[in-house]
Structure formats: C-alpha cells, structure tokens
C-alpha cells in the first residue's frame, strides 16, 4: 500500500538525539536556542516561538490575540471566525480560550475559507479570525487584508488573524514563507508533517512585543531570558503555561532542518506531475493554483465524482487515499454552532487527497495516475 502520509527522519537524527541525552540537559536549552536561531533564518523573521505543539501554539495565539490585557479571563469573550474543514485541534482551542467558533463556509476551489462568506460574517462580536491553508494551499492573505480595512472601517476594530500553518510548511505567499503576512502564524511539526520534531510546533509573530510575550507565556508566565534567568522567585504578572520545546525535539528539527528543501522538492516534484497528468482526467478537477501563491502540498486534494466508489478503487489499487479531516461542525461539542454551509456540502461529498510525499516514487505515482485514469 502506498502511504498517504510517512514520517521524514534524518539518518543524522538517532546520533543528534543521543548527545542531548547524555548532555546532562533534556529541557529547554541550548538546542531550543539553536533551533530557533536556525528558524528565524529560515522563515526570515526575528520573531520566532517553538513550543511542544501545534495545538499548544494555537491555543497560545488566540490567547495573544483575544486577551491582549492578559486578564486570562474564561467566560463568553466573543466570536472567532474558522473553517469546519481542519484538524479539530484548531476548533478546541477556541472553545478553550472562552470563544465562540463562527463558521465560514468552505470555498470548493481552494478549499480553504470563502473570503466572501468570511467578508459577510464579520460583526461587532468578531474577536478574531482562524483560518487554515488546507494541504498547504495559502489564503489569499492580501484580500483578507482588504475585507479587514474595510470591516475596520465600519466597525472601529481589526479582528487578529491567525494562520494555521500546520499543513504549510515550505509553501510562500507573494515570494515569502507564511508567517511574514502581518498575522500571528502557527507550525506543526508532529510526527507526520514535512517537518517533524516527533511532537513540536512554531508561533511567528509579527513583532517583538508579542513574541516577547508568548515567549513568556509559554513558560507558565515566567521570563527565561530575564537576568538570573526567571527564578521562581520573581513576581509573574500574567500566568501562562507549559507549551515549551525541549532539546530533544529541537535536536530531531536540526536535524532534519538540513534536509526539508530536498523533502518539500519532492513533494513538489509529485504534486507537479499530478497537474500535468491528471488536468483533463475523467471524474476529477483539481483545486486553485494562484501565481502569487506556492503550496507546499502535505497531501493533494482531489474533487472526484463518485468519491466512495473512488476511494475503494484506489485502496484496491494498493494507494492510501482519504479526505483527511472530518468536518468539525457536526461533532457533538460544536453542535451549538450549527449554520448552513453549501460549500463544505459540496466539499465533503467529493475530497479525496492522494499521496505526494518524497517516499511517492516516480513508479508510485506514475502507478496512481494509472489506477485514476482506468476509472472507477
Ligand atoms: C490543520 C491542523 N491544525 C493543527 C494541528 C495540530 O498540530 P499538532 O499535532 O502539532 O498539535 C494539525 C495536526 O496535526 C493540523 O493538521
């Protein structure tokens, strides 16, 4: 069976693992510092915060974005504008912060959220808006910019924007990594993304003051870089929690740091010979490709007809295929958020992704476009 997502480790990971074991330090230490030194570089800007999670990070950037007094105050605080088609990882980090998810349908074309939907569903109760680069594909960041001066102008405020940047890692929006947008963006590095740290994640703010402060709250509150290095001791203003990395997942990233161009490539690679191969396959059309926009493909989303018939085909043909992420809207836990969303109907009648990662050889994938062209 070929796989619909594999881990990426480095050879030299085992080896960079061991000497923090035996360094006599596992925390946070010189390898987080490294790691995000290497970071900065990498998506260029100062503004980096690891921490143990995606989710961790999500959760910390709604605080920052919807708690800017840092009153840490649970209670009805509001609404956040999401997507229903993510990992529910994103949706429970709005519950958690005390707001309230508003869903923005799904636009079938990217399937990312409908800007206009999102444009129509911003009110004076808006807090702040999560959105998702769904397989890396990324939002249209400069119209979302435009929809927020014009719902600054009628409602006095601009609602934060976070990025989920979970599927995204490599992709760029007008030339630049996302997390260079303006907006609080979020990185998962778990055990099956392009980049891994075995469990890990990244916040790039966009400016020291907030960066200064997630860095703090990370770490229950408390000033690591501070003189003395944040003893216990020392009064905390506003408590926080414990999101850090540690230097044994700092050292996985460095080491397989030095190999993500040659791995996103191939992703690349295979995602390219799927638009050549599969533009004009019967039963099929594939999602947006913007030129001011490079996805970095963690998997590739197909719209098929018969998408169950689909699915049995390709799994008879020895290819894993899935639709990824449920629907969140219909768990019990989002039930009181209920609306009428067309788009996601249309989505989740059709999504199929298919495998495109490096370990999809030239044989593989040849083999995939083979098993959709005979039909199903
Ligand atoms: C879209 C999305 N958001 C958030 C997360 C959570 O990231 P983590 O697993 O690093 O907590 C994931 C996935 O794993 C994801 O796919």
């Known amino acids: 069976m070929i796989p619909l997502m594999k881990v990426q480790m480095s050879e030299a990971a085992p080896a960079a693992v061991s000497r923090v074991l035996t360094s006599g330090m596992v925390g946070q230490g010189p390898m987080v ?28 950037a709604l605080r920052l974005a919807t708690d800017p007094a840092g009153t840490g105050q649970n209670g009805d605080r509001g609404e956040v504008l999401t997507t229903p088609l993510t990992m529910v990882a994103a949706n429970w980090a709005i519950l958690a912060n005390g707001l309230r998810p508003k869903w923005v349908d799904v636009d079938p074309a990217t399937l ?18 999560l959105i998702v680069h769904f397989a890396g594909y990324p939002v249209d960041l400069a119209r979302l910019s435009g929809l927020l001066d014009e719902a600054e102008a009628v409602h006095g405020f601009r609602p934060a924007v976070i990025e989920d940047c979970a599927h995204a890692w490599g992709a760029t929006y007008r030339g630049s990594p996302l997390g ?23 916040m790039v703010l966009p400016d020291a003051e907030l960066n200064e402060r997630a860095r703090r709250l990370r770490w229950f509150g408390i000033d690591r870089e501070a003189p003395g290095r944040g003893l216990t001791r020392d009064d905390i203003p506003e408590w926080g929690y414990k999101f850090h990395m540690n230097d044994i997942n700092a050292s996985i990233g460095l080491a397989n740091l030095a190999e993500t161009d040659e791995v996103i490539r191939r992703y690349r690679d295979n995602a390219g010979f799927y638009d050549r191969e599969l533009a004009s396959a019967d039963g099929v059309r594939l999602t947006e490709r913007a030129p001011d926009r490079q996805s970095s493909f963690w998997v590739y989303p197909l719209l098929v007809s018969g998408k169950d018939a689909f699915i049995k085909h390709m799994t008879e043909a020895g290819v894993m295929v899935s639709q990824v992420h449920e629907r969140n809207d219909q768990h019990t836990a989002l039930r009181p958020y209920l609306s009428l969303l067309p788009g996601l109907e249309k989505v989740v009648e059709q999504l199929v992704c298919i495998p495109v990662g490096r370990w999809v050889s030239d044989e593989d994938r040849a083999h995939i476009v083979d098993a959709i062209e005979a039909g199903w």
């Open 33 to 60: 510092d490294e790691f995000e030194q290497a970071l900065r570089e990498r998506i260029g800007n100062p503004h980096v915060a690891t921490v143990n999670s995606g989710t961790s990070g999500l959760h910390l």
């Open 112 to 129: 990312n959220v409908d800007l206009d939907d999102l444009a129509r569903k911003i009110t004076p109760a808006t807090r702040a808006i």
């Open 180 to 202: 260079n947008h303006g907006n609080i963006a979020v990185y998962s590095f778990q055990s099956v993304k392009h980049f891994t740290t075995g469990d890990g994640g990244l």
